[in-house]
Nanobody, 120 residues
């Protein structure tokens, strides 16, 4: 059964750092792109960063230069290193992953989310 499990969230002061991890399991045919999203209270879920299987990355402007996405394909795990955190980074952070299917299609799975709170 496909599953994504996030970890690494918590409470940190402004200017601090956190590293989120998201481990995927249950993939029989491989995982393509993986990504991190976030959702603040009362707001929509927004893309933060994404990474292809080959390691190409994309960042939204509000995290460029502060956050780094990476992955370990052998472990089916994606990471988000967050530095210089700001109170406005406070949100629930979700990872997703594109699992390949036996028909060479794609099925998207989401993790349960991990809370990141940045105090001022």
């Amino acid at each position: 059964q496909a599953q994504l499990v996030e970890s690494g969230g918590g409470l940190v002061q402004a200017g601090g750092s956190l590293r989120l991890s998201c481990a995927a399991s249950g993939s029989s045919f491989g995982i393509d792109a993986m990504a991190w999203f976030r959702q603040a209270p009362g707001k929509q879920r927004d893309l933060v960063a994404s990474i292809t299987r080959a390691g190409s990355t994309n960042y939204e402007d509000f995290v460029k230069g502060r956050f780094t996405i990476s992955r370990d394909n052998a472990k089916n795990t994606v990471y988000l290193q967050m530095n210089s955190l700001k109170p406005e980074d406070t949100a629930v952070y979700y990872c997703n992953a594109q699992f390949r299917t036996y028909t060479n299609g794609i099925r998207l799975y989401w993790g349960q989310g991990t809370q990141v709170t940045v105090s001022s």
